[in-house]
């Protein structure tokens, strides 16, 4: 089958095409034609930073997580999927599981579940590792019918929808943008906006919220803008972080006596820990795309497998606008 590699790790580092042995399916995973996937910063940290990163592949590795495809083969164990499903999932591309930026991969049966009916399978591909990260943070916070949520980052790939997943658990939801660009598409899924820029923390809290703040914060912004979420958060509220990868102050959190919800979705795949839990995520996550709750945004440049480091490259550039996507 076809390939792209990534046989030495970097800055510089590229993505070679190469013919290698198509994998064989085996108990408890299916074999899937990859129909499209989706490029994640964490794809990008892992080919420039390498082994640095715990879980970064030995090479020469296929990287990739997010994907879409047809079941070609079931191995023994699986009852849930036959041959020719539309699945989706976020299945390999770290530590020992070959990714998706190849014409087939072997995946997990527990770390996939039917594509939703109304998405493209280019659409599809976009939202395993998101989703999974902002319904585990919105869940994992207690959301609940009529709390006022804030989201920080809303224009992108976890803030997008986790904007829309609180809009469908009935919340009352605002998020920040840090242009016009931004704020428009946050307004068009159906979020208050808020230009971060022009706006303080104190000033959009007292606007919003009579100064009391918000229920639930959900920080896909993450690093020192966790001490904007501590500030917007109300007293005993919520706040879950995805980028929680540095030293803080907590002296403001304990004051304010919040609860701090740091997600890391790759746990269930670097660990074999409770992988059914993905699997269950996104069978919700398809019952909500398929009632309109959830629309994937996808940038409007398109890739070819061919075409990998140009896709790579797209999303460090942030230009994209929505999730870049890679069509096999």
Do not use: W
């Amino acid at each position: 089958m076809k390939a792209m590699l990534i046989k030495s790790y970097g800055e510089d580092a590229t993505f070679e095409p190469a013919e290698i042995e198509k994998p064989q399916v085996k108990a408890g995973h299916v074999l899937v034609k990859i129909a499209a996937s989706s490029v994640n910063t964490v794809d990008t940290m892992i080919r420039t930073m390498g082994k640095e990163l715990p879980l970064s592949p030995d090479t020469p590795a296929i990287l990739g997580m997010d994907f879409a495809g047809t079941v070609e083969a079931v191995g023994e164990d699986v009852s849930t999927y036959a041959m020719g499903d539309e699945v989706y999932g976020c299945a390999g591309g770290l530590a020992d599981l070959p990714g998706t930026l190849a014409d087939y991969m072997v995946a997990d049966a527990n770390l996939i579940a039917h594509k939703p009916k109304n998405l493209s399978m280019r659409e599809a591909a976009a939202l395993p590792l998101v989703a999974i990260t902002a319904y585990e943070g919105l869940t994992r916070a207690g959301i609940k019918q009529g709390q006022k949520v804030l989201v920080h980052g809303g224009s992108g790939g976890v803030g997008h929808v986790a904007l829309q997943l609180a809009k469908h658990f009935g919340a009352d939801v605002y998020s920040t943008g840090g242009g016009d660009k931004q704020l428009a598409l946050i307004e068009k899924l159906g979020a208050t906006g808020i230009n971060y820029k022009t706006e303080s923390v104190e000033q959009y809290v007292a606007k919003h919220t009579n100064g009391n703040g918000f229920d639930l914060v959900f920080d896909s912004v993450g690093g020192a803008n966790m001490l904007n979420s501590f500030e917007a958060a109300a007293l005993n509220g919520q706040v879950a972080s995805t980028v929680s990868l540095c030293e803080l102050d907590l002296t403001l959190a304990h004051f304010k006596g919040l609860s701090l919800h740091v997600v890391f979705m790759l746990i269930p795949m670097l660990h074999n820990f409770k992988r059914e839990q993905h699997g269950e995520i996104l069978r919700s996550i398809a019952q909500i795309v398929e009632s309109g709750g959830l629309k994937p945004v996808l940038d409007e440049k398109r890739y070819a497998l061919e075409q990998a480091g140009q896709a790579h490259a797209r999303l460090e550039s942030r230009q994209a606008m929505g999730k870049v996507v890679i069509e096999n």
